[in-house]
T-cell receptor, first 110, second 114 residues
Framework: KNEVEQSPQNLTAQEGEFITINCSYS?????LHWLQQHPGGGIVSLFM???GKKKHGRLIATINIQEKHSSLHITASHPRDSAVYIC????????????FGQGTRLTINP | EPEVTQTPSHQVTQMGQEVILRCVPI?????FYWYRQILGQKVEFLVS????????KSEIFDDQFSVERPDGSNFTLKIRSTKLEDSAMYFC????????????FGPGTRLTVL
């Protein structure tokens, strides 16, 4: 079983829709990254959070440490949001390495 | 805005050859990482590096792999004798300080082993 699981694996939506991507983890973590990977392969950090909620533009990330769950929301989605979204967790034990989910491929159609 | 850079963007090599992947982390960062992503799979941790030594490595990081920071700016990953299964995207990341701080990723090097 993966330590970090994302759902859904693939998501297709129409422009303007509200998007939710979920991340559940089975290990004790201290913080969680949401990352965006574009078709060319590069990875960009969107958020790092250890509690509560963070907002940046149309993106909102929440985390519930007790329930071991985080969500990434995109409001008013746009075709340029099409990418793979990855959650990655910092484990409490060990060096500050990230454990990655398998990613959610998001496609926003115009 | 400071960024992590990696060279080359794409490397093609023959099986058994040595390759060196280069990274220039953000200048005031102290923690450095290599990750890899085999096509179609999730990103995997390879190694973390701090204070000129490896702090943790995964089971993937066997004797064929080595890392060093030769000159205080570059951070390199060497694969001594490449195998077909080393074909992947390799990402370097850096982090400013201790604790669970944001990691910044480079654009990646796509390694193809023929």
């Amino acid at each position: 079983k993966n330590e970090v699981e994302q759902s859904p694996q693939n998501l297709t939506a129409q422009e303007g829709e509200f998007i939710t991507i979920n991340c559940s983890y089975s290990v004790g973590i201290s913080a969680l990254h949401w990352l965006q990977q574009h078709p060319g392969g590069g990875i960009v950090s969107l958020f790092m959070l250890s509690s509560g909620k963070k907002k940046h533009g149309r993106l909102i990330a929440t985390i519930n440490i007790q329930e071991k769950h985080s969500s990434l929301h995109i409001t008013a989605s746009h075709p340029r949001d099409s990418a793979v979204y990855i959650c990655a967790a910092f484990r409490i034990q060990g060096a500050q390495k990230l454990v990655f989910g398998q990613g959610t491929r998001l496609t926003i159609n115009p | 805005e400071p960024e992590v850079t990696q060279t080359p963007s794409h490397q093609v090599t023959q099986m058994g050859q040595e390759v060196i992947l280069r990274c220039v982390p953000i200048s005031n960062h102290l923690y450095f990482y290599w990750y890899r992503q085999i096509l179609g799979q999730k990103v995997e941790f390879l190694v973390s590096f701090y204070n000129n030594e490896i702090s943790e490595k995964s089971e993937i990081f066997d004797d064929q792999f080595s890392v060093e920071r030769p000159d205080g700016s570059n951070f390199t990953l060497k694969i001594r004798s490449t195998k077909l299964e080393d074909s992947a995207m390799y990402f370097c990341a850096s982090q400013e300080g201790q604790g669970y701080n944001e990691q910044f990723f480079g654009p990646g090097t796509r390694l193809t082993v023929l």
